[in-house]
């Protein structure tokens, strides 16, 4: 342990030879007693000093370093090495002929020692550094330009205060580290980054292999002290070739993100500062698949959105995969489009580039089912990890704005990765870029909140933020226009599917009247009902992200109605052939396309400029959340609902008695078995927590169970109840 510690220390510049007991193995120990008790009493003080030493000067547990050293700690303070050895200046001595890369100014591969590291490092590594886990991060640079770039986003990420911001500077360049700190106008006192100076000695000097290993030797020095979470650096096109090397192969080592900050977008990915460790640390984590379902006659929509896609900003991010769901019949102009489509669209060279472009045409001529048109678009996609795999809905209406991946990768760092989660993150079924403007059944008109209506007090002061500026918001009904849906809620749904359409095909249901408008398709349906039993909502931004184009929108197929037929027999003469199939009740009139307001997307401008509240994410439970019929709610009113349809729900349909309609479940993770009683499945019930919702729950199914197959009502006097609650 010790000799570890010292030998990494002489690497820093330091010396121990003074501590080590001198040995004259030629004298016998044996034959001269005084001599050799004399000895042993040196090196009994030798081992003291050596302890001493260790103790004043090598960072351990003993508590804060700056009471132990008497040393002020705080950002931006570097302590000069006096006292140690000093840096050699001037040149190194220059290589007999015959060198390489002699005659040229990086001819020094001598040995590697860093003079300015020490102090910086050990000042930090009792205290921010000592646990693996902790809230470092790390810009590392080496070019000057780069270093311009990316000082004033981690003085940024030091202003937020979610982590301990620290740059280190490991190129070959010799300016002094305050002459750089002057050179971009950043003063110690504005800026709480802790800087670190980790370049070798003679580093101008360096060859090119010297530096690079010299940038290896210096980020295990950094790993050791600090741990950092995340490293962000410039861009690899601009930052110097062996320095990036050097990092990538470091990172990978040590497991850490090495994140890239593409090449002059300083300003565009300034949201990244607001995001912490724990956030930063899983950048590359999630994955994002675009799935559109194209109906037919929507060719022209679909080009549309293609091409807002190929348009959009996918510099420092994973690009996502796409698949596209054609129907029977393919316009001419569209399959033209798709064979000339390049996807991903990157400036990319290579004739080795891989297409992540998956086309799914349809054979049936037929009109589907809405249980068909379900099961089809469901099972287009499917999470490889449920954690981090999650798919982008999008529909022809939709055309994206440029900076669609750019928050979708922000939000979801953000509320499924921060190492402060709430557990109201697991609440969230997805991300919407859209706001409604109709209600769920399609009529009326939806009023998304402000600022003043958000719940938390944080938000009042109208000093600081606009009231009537637009808000962000938490909706409990699904939507299929642009929307990203979390890989572990996808896969539950998928379950839930399973189950329910097992359910409905087990024997005569009662047919729920269906709550979400005709013109949306099948599918959210039967999302909306395991939303509504486990409480999930979507996150809506304030201001949309993609436009919806009203000119090019019709119904779904499957409930597009037969022209031919009599308005009367309309429910059932096209339907009869899969009448098993419509789990829900439709209208007896078509539906009727409502105009989404085209809302004007903003100018171009950087991300956090276009979010509220100055690119800060707010958290999930200061946010408004509505009811899928648009009521307000609380979280306690959120929770009683939810408890108050799972009977109802188990009743209706997943064929529970009533009995066991009302008794709590044991929940499984993905699974959503507890909502069925299926011949064959074990009822898995919850006794701990059985007695308290028991009550509530048999009150509930009396009270519905007079309007069977209406849990629209339910639901609806249910929130008025809530609303009364929340007020006494
Ligand atoms: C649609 O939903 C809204 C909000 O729940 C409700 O006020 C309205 O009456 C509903 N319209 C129809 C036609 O059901």
Request: aromatic share 8%; with cysteine; glycine share 6%.
């Amino acid at each position: 342990m010790h000799s570890r510690v010292l030998s990494k220390d002489e690497e820093l510049g330091k010396r121990d030879d003074d501590f080590k007991p001198k040995r004259s193995p030629t004298v016998s120990t044996l034959t001269q007693p005084w001599r050799w008790r004399k000895r042993r009493m040196f090196t009994v003080i030798a081992v003291m000093l050596l302890v001493y030493v260790f103790v004043h000067n090598i960072p351990t547990d003993l508590g804060p370093i700056d009471q132990r050293v008497g040393m002020p700690l705080r950002p931006g303070h570097v302590v000069d090495a006096t006292g140690g050895p000093q840096e050699p200046s001037g040149a190194p001595p220059i290589p007999s002929v015959g060198r390489e890369e002699a005659g040229t100014q990086h001819y020094y591969d001598g040995p590697i020692k860093f003079y300015k590291l020490a102090t910086s490092l050990h000042g930090i590594a009792n205290t921010l550094g000592a646990r693996p886990q902790n809230r470092n991060i790390l810009f590392a640079v080496s070019s000057l330009q780069s270093a311009a770039g990316l000082m004033p986003m981690a003085c940024e990420m030091a202003k937020w205060d979610r982590n301990y911001v620290h740059m280190a500077f490991l190129g070959r360049d010799p300016l002094p580290l305050d002459d750089i700190l002057e050179v971009n106008g950043v003063s110690r006192g504005d800026c709480t980054v802790y800087f670190h100076d980790a370049r070798a000695d003679y580093s101008e000097y360096s060859t090119e292999q010297r530096a690079e290993v010299s940038i290896a030797g210096a980020m295990k020095h950094i790993n050791d002290f600090m741990h950092p979470q995340a490293i962000i650096m410039d861009d690899s096109k601009v930052e110097d070739t062996f320095f990036t090397r050097a990092m990538r192969n470091k990172a990978r080592e040590y497991g850490r993100s090495l994140i890239e900050v593409p090449a002059g977008q300083y300003e565009g990915f300034l949201w990244m500062t607001r995001l912490d460790s724990g956030s930063l640390s899983n950048w590359f984590k999630p994955n994002i698949d675009i799935l559109i379902h194209a109906p037919p006659d929507s060719s022209g929509g679909l080009i549309r959105l293609v091409k807002s896609l190929e348009s959009a900003d996918y510099a420092g991010l994973k690009i996502p995969k796409l698949t596209i769901e054609l129907p029977t019949d393919v316009e001419h102009f569209a399959q033209e489009y798709l064979r000339d489509l390049d996807w991903p669209p990157i400036a990319d060279p290579s004739p080795v580039k891989q297409s992540a472009l998956t086309l799914r045409h349809r054979i049936p001529t037929s009109r589907l089912s809405s249980e068909q048109a379900s099961v089809r678009l469901l099972e287009s996609f499917y999470p490889r990890v449920t954690e981090h795999n999650h798919v982008l809905v999008l529909s022809p209406q939709a055309e994206l704005s440029p900076l669609y991946l750019q928050y979708l990768h922000y939000v979801i760092l953000e509320y499924k990765y921060s190492s402060y989660g709430s557990p109201s993150s697991d609440d969230l079924l997805g991300i919407s870029l859209d706001v409604p403007s109709a209600f769920l059944n399609g009529s009326g008109d939806f009023l998304p909140p402000v600022t003043a209506d958000m719940p938390a007090e944080k938000y009042k002061d109208i000093a600081i933020y606009n009231q009537n500026a637009a808000a962000p918001f938490l909706y409990q009904a699904p939507s299929a226009t642009a929307s990203l849906i979390f890989g572990e809620k996808w896969a539950t749904l998928h379950d839930f599917l399973s189950h329910r359409l097992a359910a409905s095909h087990a024997g005569k249901t009662e047919k729920t009247k269906k709550l979400v408008s005709e013109t949306e398709p099948a599918w959210l349906e039967y999302l909306l009902e395991l939303m509504r039993a486990r409480g999930w909502s979507m996150l809506h931004p304030a201001a949309p992200l993609v436009t919806i184009h009203n000119e090019l929108s019709h119904i779904p197929e499957e409930y597009v109605r037969e022209k031919s037929t009599n308005r009367k027999d309309v429910e059932t003469v096209p339907e009869l052939e899969h009448l098993e199939e419509e789990a829900f009740l439709t209208a007896s009139a078509p539906p009727a396309v409502v105009e989404h307001a085209e809302r004007q997307q903003q100018t171009p401008q950087p991300l956090h400029e276009m979010l509220p509240f100055d690119g800060d994410l707010p958290e999930l439970p200061h946010l408004p959340v509505f009811y899928h019929n648009g009521d307000v709610l609380t979280a306690p009113a959120a929770t009683m609902l939810m408890n108050e349809y799972l009977p109802v729900f188990r009743q209706q349909v997943g064929r529970c008695d009533r009995p066991q309609a009302s008794r709590k479940r044991v929940v499984h993770e993905l699974a959503t078995d507890d909502l069925f009683c299926l011949p064959g499945v074990e009822l898995e019930f919850d006794s701990e927590s059985d007695e308290s919702g028991e009550e509530t729950a048999r009150a509930v199914i009396e009270k519905t169970s007079d309007a069977a197959g209406h849990v629209a009502e339910g639901g609806g006097s249910v929130v008025a109840q809530a609303k009364v609650d929340d007020e006494g």
